[in-house]
């Protein structure tokens, strides 16, 4: 077996939909118990655009951790949950996610297995990024006051093709993910890039997550199961 990760994203659109989108967050853990072959899930929202902590009511995530692909595809196929998902989104879309590697904890331990070694990476895969923190409560207003500087080098940046902020708590547990059009603009944004070592420097500085992970991914297939 060889572990596969997943993030689903889903879009709703109407009153209705949105706020069973948002009871999900709550209701949507009955439904994992169920699931085979996951080891590690997370249900998200998502802020706003340009990392604003306010929460976006229009998207949602749910990250899964899989002991193999079949489990994954067996899941979107046939469970009870999928089926719900599918009903109420206007659009739904899975990424498949092999690690290639990731560094830190995500609740106590760190959920991915690194799955293709990094030579094995070719100028035409594209890359996913996964950064995640939990942000100690006496840190919060200094954090976000940083944010949009920190965020300024993202904007036009070269090979970024997706970037979203996803959450499991507002304002104090965030995860970002982003896609790039291949290994090589990733690596030239985070060496090259003043302005993102400047904010790497601050984090280590003021020590603002109680617990951080980073990793990343190559993205296998992505599938849109309903929305165009």
């Excluded at 009870?80 to 899975?94: G, I, P, T």
Aim: hydrophobic share 40%; glycine share 4%.
């Amino acid at each position: 077996m060889s572990q596969i990760t997943t993030l689903t994203v889903l879009n709703y659109k109407g009153f209705s939909e949105k706020f069973w989108a948002l009871s999900m967050m709550q209701f949507g853990h009955k439904y994992m118990k169920t699931v085979e072959g996951q080891s590690f899930y997370k249900l998200m929202g998502s802020g706003k655009d340009n990392f604003n902590p306010f929460p976006d009511w229009n998207v949602y995530a749910v990250l899964q951790v899989w002991d193999d692909k079949t489990f994954a595809e067996n899941f979107f196929e046939t469970h009870k949950l999928s089926r719900l998902y599918q009903k109420h989104a206007e659009k739904m879309e899975v990424l498949y996610l092999e690690s290639i590697q990731a560094r830190g904890e995500w609740n106590g331990s760190n959920p991915f297995t690194s799955t293709v070694k990094s030579n094995a990476i070719d100028e035409s895969d594209q890359i996913a990024v996964i950064t995640r923190a939990s942000i100690k409560t006496k840190m919060l207003l200094k954090f976000w006051k940083y944010v949009p500087e920190s965020q300024k080098p993202l904007e036009n940046t070269k090979g970024l093709l997706y970037t979203k902020g996803f959450g499991e708590l507002p304002f104090v547990e965030m995860a970002t993910f982003s896609i790039w059009e291949n290994i090589d603009c990733l690596q030239a944004y985070a060496y090259q890039s003043h302005e993102h070592i400047k904010a790497i420097q601050k984090t280590r500085q003021l020590d603002w997550y109680s617990e951080e992970l980073f990793s990343r991914f190559r993205l296998q297939d992505k599938v849109v199961l309903k929305g165009a």
